[in-house]
């Protein structure tokens, strides 16, 4: 496995555990604080993030040789762009579900809007790793 | 300028035709005849740009002279920068959504979909803008 399958594991797993953890801990919280920040949910979403933005320095580049190569770059470039898509059509359904859920003349409240961008997050990150490692294969290589 | 750029350059002055619309839409918010007016335009509009997508498609699929591996990695590196902008221009519209409205009042869902349509159209606008800097001003001798 390679750095940057590592790297592509390690987002996934943070990124699932986050969203798990953060939905129980939605689950925990009274209704009306759920959408009030700062809470355990806010806190649990900043340390994903912090984790996932630290993946290439926790997976370091190691002295010896080349660890991205045309390859790699046709890789991550195809991941990112399954990734993107993924995170405009899970956006998109995500304002749907808000519409089926509060209906044509409903409203809700707007800290309730900051939770659409994070989900679409959320999928771009799971989807680009995805796409990665099935790329990379199951075995991967040793380099 | 070959056809790709021609798609591209459609797709930029439909995009801003349809973010003009909603800035209109934005801005004169009260009045319900202008909305529905703009809204009704750029739901066209919309169709427009699925219909060139489309065709765009079938221009990829079909390969050849029309579409080269050089065509792929400019449409690719365009879809990219343009999903980037979708997601940048929805946290902004949230945001500037938050600073407007505040923490203890409530938003109508038609305001969602506002947010939506207009980082949707930025999608199309960035897209047709990278397409056309990358393919270059003068072009560099495709024929459509």
Redo the contacts between chains.
Sequence with gaps: MNRWQKIAWFNLIVIVAGSVISMVAVGTLPPDERL?PPNRVTVVIVISLVLVGMAKTIFRKSDKGVDFDERDRQIH??A??FG??G??LG??AT?MI??LA??????????A??V??LV??AI?IILESIAALIQYGRAGDKS | MNRLQKIALFNLGVAMTGLGLQLIQFLISDLLVTRLIASSVTFILCSFLVASYIFRAKVAKRGGLHYDERDSYIHKRAALAGFITFFLVLFLEVMISLSIFGFGSSITIGWVFTIFILAALSIFFVESVTILIQYGREGKGEKS
């Design positions: 009030v470039r195809r990112s762009l993107w898509t995170l405009g956006m998109a304002a808000c519409y509060v209906g044509p003349r409903g409203s809700f409240p707007p800290l809007l900051p659409i961008p679409g997050v771009c």
